[in-house]
């Protein structure tokens, strides 16, 4: 109940309990007064009848009591007058009684709706000197009896006419009580109710709301003063709160700049810098590649295959650096297609097999052949990843590579028995740079960057990861894919496997690189293929005459040249359907961009001499077919 309905009811309450009290005192008092004094005047007015028809009834005069009787009728408020003798003889005016009543001494009583009054008629005083009195006439018992009715209607309408006045005295009464309740009390109270909405303004959030001092009461004002004053005391605080909290918000943005601008350096110097330190690799890998075949079944062949593999680890940590600054950049954007996940498993299992044998692992694969959709591309590296992971982890046991229906989804599971990771590590260990372990040695491989791309990519692609793992008893990653129904599983002229026959055509190698040239040209001769080396768009221009089957070059020339400019120039002398590769160490955003928009196939460095015969494969085929060579 709110504070005004509250006052108004506590002025309002007492004044009509008194008023009804006074006026329920008042009605009933009257009552009684109209009553006592119509009984006064029925006893009266009987009494003095009774007195005058002494005469009459002693003498038998009829006419003097016809007269009395009728003078009796004539009065106000006399309805009937009666004589009545002991024997029921009666005279009578006016209305009359239809039964009697046992008369005795002076009485009242009602009947009939009117009040009647009864008063014997007595002698005075015994008259014994008179001669013509009998004796009889002398005893104690009265003569006769006079009854006079009233009207009781009138009494009942001067009874509602006063309880009118009553009632309308005290509504009166009331409306006047509440016009002084407003006026005096409510009045007064309002300027607490102005204290109250002020301070409800304030607090809702409304610092500074001003209240005018208009209380009469020295308390009422000083306490409206005060709420000014706690107003504007909030209203200075939220100030210098504001102010406070726009210089963090301003401090917070220049540090969010500046980490911004040091993450894009360091991802920039990363690019720039991967380029030069990939050429020398890049070269390092060719030329391993071109030594196999002359070390097979030479003791310099295991000495050949260890360098290999440190190569190969030296490019995995290369590439690790060339994902994260990709990322980073924004310049990867996922292509979903479909995916036939047994097969994609199945090469990863054949290409980590020789990996798990050299540590007596046993890598298993139990996946349904099911198609799922996602980047082919990116889901490779993340499950190259975690692959990779869970066998270098692994000392004993083995790696399972298993997938299942769960939940309308492909649910697809890479378990290790390793050394698992401890629950406060694990929401570490997808960090960059960070790896889980005991601090040997051999457990640590690399930069730590691998299951930070895995988190990226995932992000990336909206593939949910989840990790599960208890130390000494080994790890599983499970990742969730949208599965795909009726798709055939065909695998047509065996897309993807890589051809050990030889290459034929027609090979243009443009890198302004002598050292990576000449590694090139011996692995690309060992396969098969005629190759002219150039070094600039120039040469290309004035020297080449003859259309090549394919041209390997560059992205990044000396004074300005890049592979796009030799692509567009090959393309105007011989048209499109020359097959152009671009091999880059740049990962610069604008970089990559550009290469995506040309449409040509890309290749980072360092190259996997694998990847690069099956792209150049396919590419010769294709321009075969196209330029209807046999």
Known sequence: MKIRTRAFLLGLLPTLLVALVLTAYHVRSRIAELDQSAVQQGTAMARHLASSAEYGVVSGNTATLGSLLDQAVAEPGVTGAMVIWPNQA????????????SLGAASQWLADARSWFAHPVELAAPVTSDPFLEASTHSNRPLAWVVVGFDTRSKQAL??????????ITLLGLTLAILLINKLALTGLQPLLDIIATVKR??????GAHLEVTARSPEL????????????SLRSYQQDMEKRIHAATAELEYKKKEAEQASLAKSRFLAAASHDLRQPMHAISLYVESLKSQMQGRAAEDTLNKIERAILGTVELFNAILDVTRLDAGVIQPQFAPVRLRKLLLQLAEEFSPEADSKSLSLRVRV?????WSDERLLERILRNLLANSIRHTERGGVLLAARRYQGKIRLQIWDSGSGIAAEQQSRVFEEFYQAGNGDEQTRHGLGLGLAIVRRLVRLLGHPLQLHSKPGRGTVFSLDLRGLENILAVDPDGAGEVRNEALEGFAVVVDDDPVVLDALSRLLQQWGLETRLMQNLHQVRHELQAAPDVVL??????NGETGLMVAREVHRRWGSVVPIVLITGDTRMETIQALRESGLPILHKP???RQLRSLLAQLLQAHRDESGGG
């Open 368 to 372: 349904p052949d099911v198609w799922v």
């Open 202 to 207: 304030i607090s809702s959030g409304s610092f």
């Open 607 to 609: 190259v996997r001499p």
């Open 159 to 168: 009874t509602k006419q006063l309880l009118l006045a009553s009632a309308g």
């Open 221 to 232: 004002r000083e306490l409206q003063t005060m709420v000014n004053q706690m107003s504007e």
């Open 90 to 101: 009666r005279m009578t005016r006016g209305e009359t009684l239809a039964t009697l009543p």
């Open 553 to 558: 070059v560059d992205y990044q020339l000396l």
